[in-house]
């Protein structure tokens, strides 16, 4: 019987002595295995071994996957052995013919007796499973863990100092649960995990895929972002630079006098249009990669003004130099504003605006304040069937600085029917009224596997 009290344990030698005798009564080892497990506080003596052994583990629950329950009763310093008696066969079965024990000859049970030669103890490292040996420190006179697995701590309870893209977990007889490192692009060492970030598939890991939660802190070089993926305010990463470039960012060279603020595109990333990387943020009147002239339509640089022509509406080559000429839906004499029953004054409409469209009810319009945003959230796409009720969960990769789904279809087809669907989040969904007009666009890569078979004859 064990008792683990306050990291003390208590083993009592209440044992059962098989005697050679037991065999000429034939006692099948079916009654002997019933006896044991009777009493499985019990320990089983042979006298072919003549030895004691004993587990802690074996049997109990979480022993395959170790509790932080099973570790406490598992774990004890010192170890106290209390010898109380031998327990026979009933005295060779004399009890069986004798229920009152003063009858039972003395000389039978007196001819039992035990002795101990040696005692061995042995157990594992409390290292979470994470060390192979705990070699003993003489100066703090303390076993000390040789953690393994990007572990680390006195138990090896805790993962290293920049791997942290999973949380930890104690290492098993089946899985080591081994630390991954954080992709930080070699901007830091330094990262900790965030459930939230892994739910969102925020973090990339070294694979390339979307997996985990690891957060880059501290990150050298002007860089930012979960993975040090991207610039601070006021530098950028060229076109073409990757983030595990020695110094990938650069200072942002913007105009003062025609930028709105100090920021340019930081990366192909938040690139936009004829925005690329390291483009500044214009004030009106202003153009240029660094908003250091005055844009098409404005003159008289640093304070662009606008000219007498618009340059939406009108069809001059310099809309400063002579008569405003009007696009054919356009009126007025600087040619800004739209005729009746037209609006949405444009500069790329070689008309100028665009007809009303009233459904026949009337002809008079004007154009509403309402702005637009492209949408590009990679988060939630799923595969379905027809039917909806079986979703698969694509891989979410990262490929030249962009974002992809992929999916196996081999792995596809085992759950899913022979024709299936992409599923859109609920961003891509419910009302668009206001992207009437608009395109989803989509990139659809499929890589096929080829097999060369060559027959010699």
């Given at each position: 019987m064990l008792y683990c009290v306050k990291r003390q344990w208590e083993v009592l030698m209440n044992a059962y002595f098989i005697s050679p005798s037991c065999c000429s009564f034939q006692i099948s080892e079916d009654i002997l295995l019933w006896l044991y497990k009777k009493h499985s506080s019990s320990l089983l003596i042979t006298t072919a071994v003549k030895g004691i052994h004993t587990s802690l583990i074996n049997g109990r629950p979480s022993a395959d996957d170790p509790s932080r329950a099973l570790l406490?009763?598992?774990?004890?310093?010192?170890?106290?052995?209390?010898?109380?008696?031998?327990?026979?066969?009933?005295?060779?079965?004399?009890?069986?013919?004798?229920?009152?024990?003063?009858?039972?000859?003395?000389?039978?049970?007196?001819?039992?007796?035990?002795?101990?030669?040696?005692?061995?103890?042995?157990?594992?490292?409390?290292?979470?499973?994470?060390?192979?040996?705990?070699?003993?420190?003489?100066?703090?006179?303390?076993?000390?863990c040789q953690c393994e697995h990007n572990t680390c701590g006195e138990t090896c309870d805790r993962c290293c100092p920049g791997f942290n893209q999973k949380p930890w977990h104690a290492g098993t007889f089946l899985v080591k649960h081994e630390c991954e490192p954080c992709n930080c692009h070699g901007k830091t060492e330094e990262c900790y995990y965030d459930q939230n970030v892994a739910d969102r598939n925020q973090s990339l890991?070294?694979?390339?895929?979307?997996?985990?939660?690891?957060?880059?802190?501290?990150?050298?070089?002007?860089?930012?972002?979960?993975?040090?993926?991207?610039?601070?305010?006021?530098?950028?990463r060229p076109k073409g630079v990757l983030p595990d470039s020695p110094y990938p960012c650069h200072p942002c060279s913007c105009d003062p006098n025609g930028s709105l603020h100090e920021t340019?595109?930081?990366?192909?990333?938040?690139?936009?249009?004829?925005?690329?990387?390291?483009?500044?943020?214009?004030?009106?009147?202003?153009?240029?990669?660094?908003?250091?002239?005055?844009?098409?339509?404005?003159?008289?640089?640093?304070?662009?003004?606008?000219?007498?022509?618009?340059?939406?509406?009108?069809v001059n080559i310099d809309p400063c130099v002579g008569l405003c000429v009007c696009k054919e839906h356009v009126e007025g004499e600087n040619c800004d504003h739209c005729?009746?029953?037209?609006?949405?004054?444009?500069?790329?409409?070689?008309?100028?605006?665009?007809?009303?469209?009233?459904?026949?009810?009337?002809?008079?319009?004007?154009?509403?304040?309402?702005?637009?945003?492209?949408?590009?959230?990679?988060?939630?796409?799923?595969?379905?069937?027809?039917?909806?009720?079986?979703?698969?969960t694509p891989k979410q990769k990262s490929t030249g600085g962009r974002q992809q789904l992929s999916i196996n279809n081999v792995s596809a087809r085992k759950v899913l029917p022979q024709t299936y669907y992409w599923s859109a989040p609920s961003s891509y969904l419910g009302n668009k009224v206001s992207a009437d007009g608009t395109c989803l666009n989509t990139n659809l890569f499929a890589v096929l596997l080829l097999f060369l078979i060559i027959i010699f004859e």
């Open positions: 406490e009763f598992t774990s004890a310093r010192f170890i106290r052995l209390r010898f109380q008696r031998i327990r026979t066969l009933n005295a060779d079965l004399m009890m069986f013919a004798h229920k009152d024990p003063t009858e039972i000859d003395p000389i039978v049970t007196r001819r039992y007796y035990y002795s101990i030669k040696d005692i061995s103890v042995g157990g594992m490292c409390i290292c979470s499973g994470h060390a192979k040996a705990c070699p003993l420190d003489p100066v703090t006179n303390k076993s000390v890991n070294i694979f390339g895929e979307y997996i985990g939660g690891g957060v880059c802190v501290n990150c050298t070089g002007h860089t930012d972002g979960i993975n040090c993926e991207t610039c601070v305010d006021g530098y950028f340019c595109v930081k990366d192909e990333k938040h690139a936009e249009g004829d925005m690329l990387p390291g483009f500044c943020h214009c004030k009106t009147g202003y153009a240029g990669e660094h908003c250091s002239r005055c844009a098409l339509g404005y003159t008289g640089y640093p304070d662009c003004l606008p000219c007498n022509c618009s340059v939406e509406g009108s005729k009746s029953g037209f609006f949405n004054l444009q500069q790329n409409n070689p008309k100028g605006c665009e007809e009303c469209f009233c459904s026949g009810k009337t002809n008079v319009c004007t154009g509403s304040h309402f702005t637009y945003r492209n949408i590009e959230d990679m988060n939630g796409w799923y595969l379905v069937g027809l039917s909806g009720l079986i979703r698969v």
